[in-house]
Structures are given as C-alpha cells and as structure tokens.
C-alpha cells in the first residue's frame, strides 16, 4: 500500500513546480517502500536456488513455485518502485533526467577509475569470501552437506560461490569489468555489457545481506533455529553480511561509471573564439548542458564571440580583430568606450 502511495504522488507530481524539500520527501517515502518490500520478499535468492536444485535432482514441489512467485513478485514491484524513487531524486538534485548526471560534476568516462570507497567495498567483499570459505574448510564441507542435495549441485554451487566472492568484486571495481581485456581476443577494447556484471552484483548482495544479514543474524540471536558450532556462526554470518554488502556499494559504484553517454552531452557546437593566443587565434568547442523544453539545436546555440554585444547604453564592448592582432585596425583596450 506505502509503495502504490509513493509510486501515485511520484508519477502525479512529476509535471509540476513543486519545492526541492517535497520532492526529497516523495524520494525518501519511494525508497523507503521499495526497500521494505526488497527486504520482506528476502528469502527470494534462495528459493530461486531451491527451484534450480530441481535441474540436478532436488525435489520441486508445487507450493515451492508459489512461493517463488510471490516473492519474486515483492521484489520486483520493490525494485520498481525505488526505481520510481530514483527519478524524483534526480529531479531534487536538479540532474538530467535522461542519464541522472549533473553535467559538469559527475563522471563521464567508463574507462575512469573506481573511486576509492568502491576498491575498499570490493576487497571487503574478497576478504569476507575468503573467511568464509576458511571456516567452512575448518568445519567441514562434508558434514554441513544434507544428505538430500546431490553432490553435482553443490559442486557447482560451490564454484559459482567462489566466483562471485573473487571474479565478481574485482571485476565491479576494475577497468577490466568495464572494457573487455586484451586477453580476451574476440572482445578486446570493447563495452563489456553493462547488466552483465551489474545485474550479478546486485542480485547476490541483495540476496546476501538480506538473508544472513537480516534473517541470519537475527535467528542467530533469537537462537531460533540455528544449527552449527559458535565460532562457526560468529565468523560466517558477518562474513557473508560484508560479503553482500560490498557487492552492493561496488556495483552502486559500477552502475554509476558505466552509465551510457547522454544525448546532451553530445550536442556541442564549434565556432573561432577571439581570444589572444600568441599571435594567432584558437578555435574552440563549447558544450551546451542542455537547452529549454521547445528548442532547437539552432535555437539552443550561442552568438559568435566575434558579434558585437551591445549595452543598454548603446556601447559595444566587442574587440576587433585588427586589435587583437595588433595592426592597429581597430580600438585599443583603454579607447572601446565611444562618446
């Protein structure tokens, strides 16, 4: 109900001048909603895994695909809303509502680096896969296996465990999960696909930090059914929690730099710019941010430098070319000033 709220004043205040302060309200109740829902749909991850079980022999009944469905269904109407929740954000922040840049401030190169805080989130992640797996080798692989999941499954869940504890992180940070490596012959310097690693990141630190972040920990200190060895549940539950939230604040990062170039941003005019520069002139490209609603390109482009710009008081303040050049064509500096 919170969610179809938000989503209802979102969507109908989006046309009108409402204040910065209504609409980080409205941001705030989407993200709010959505979260909630992403939270209590959290058991989603894994009974998504359940039902793939059913690929190497696990046992899929009929009530297991219905609650599949409506978990699935809180996460994604979650997602949708915070998504929702997104716009009005960008429309608090004054940001291009087509690729959620300030132009000017934020970052246009996917090839740039990570910022710092998004390494630290990636390590951690690594870190946290690593003490994991440490307890889990000290504990056991075989006696923490049920008896009814098949050997072929756990292996290959065990890979892709692995996988998205070292290849995933590392590849959310570094260039090389942006732009296809050189090893890589067929796609070397190319995009790699955003949602490729996006989507993986998100989806397993979301799975991650709510299930053993929120359901773990908290039956764990409930002591409602939690089975395993003291030290075994104090190192692998926090562990899996960095784990999942690492991979969420790295793919956030990732996300970000990986945003597609914005049409306006590609919308640049050229034209001689009467600027000194030793003897000779530069030619320049300005970029125009952006233009108002009804213009066009033609509209939107400024007057040459070289026209003059006249004053209410009817004085030209241009400076000729001859002057600049130093022929002694046109007004000196001191003299632009005409009775």
Same mark, same amino acid.
């Given at each position: ?32 909603? !959505? ?18 079980? !059913?690929? &190497? ?83 056991? &692989? ?14 290959? &869940? ?29 796609? $070397? ?31 764990? $200190? ?107 064509? !046109? ?9």
């Amino acid at each position: 109900m919170l969610s179809t709220v938000a989503i209802l004043l979102i969507r109908s205040g989006a046309e009108r001048d409402w204040s910065t302060g209504v609409r980080w309200t409205l941001a705030a109740l989407g993200w709010v909603s !959505g979260a909630s829902m992403v939270l209590y749909s959290f058991m989603f991850p894994l009974r998504l895994l359940m039902i793939l079980g !059913g690929l &190497f022999g696990m046992d899929v009944s009929a009530a297991d695909w219905v609650t599949l469905t409506a978990q699935g269904a809180g996460a994604i109407g979650g997602a949708a809303t915070i998504a929702i929740a997104v716009t009005e954000q960008r429309r608090a922040r004054g940001a291009c509502q087509s690729c959620g840049r300030v132009h000017g401030r934020s970052p246009d190169l996917r090839d740039g680096p990570s910022p710092s805080w998004a390494y630290l989130a990636g390590y951690l992640a690594v870190a946290a896969c690593v003490a994991r797996f440490i307890a889990e080798i000290v504990h056991g &692989f075989v006696s923490s296996k049920a008896p009814e999941i098949p050997w072929t499954f756990m292996i290959t &869940f065990l890979v892709m465990m692995l996988l998205a504890g070292t290849l995933l992180p590392l590849a959310l940070v570094h260039r090389w999960g942006r732009i296809w490596p050189r090893w890589v012959l067929p796609l $070397a310097g190319r995009k790699v696909p955003r949602w490729l690693v996006a989507g993986p990141g998100f989806f397993v630190g979301a799975g991650l930090t709510t299930y053993f972040g929120i359901g773990g920990m908290t039956a764990w $200190a409930t002591g409602d059914n939690v089975d395993g060895a003291t030290w075994f549940l104090a190192v692998v539950l926090p562990a899996y929690t960095l784990w999942g939230l690492g991979l969420l604040v790295a793919a956030t990062s990732y996300f970000t730099l990986t945003r597609p170039e914005c049409a306006l941003s590609r919308l640049t005019v050229s034209y001689p710019r009467r600027t000194l520069h030793g003897d000779g002139y530069t030619r320049c490209r300005r970029r125009l941010p952006g233009r108002a609603p009804g213009l066009s390109e033609s509209d939107a482009r400024p007057a040459p430098p070289d026209a003059r710009a006249v004053r209410g008081d009817g004085v030209g303040h241009g400076l000729h070319r001859g002057a600049a050049e130093g022929d002694g064509g !046109g007004l000196a500096r001191g003299d632009q000033r005409r009775p």
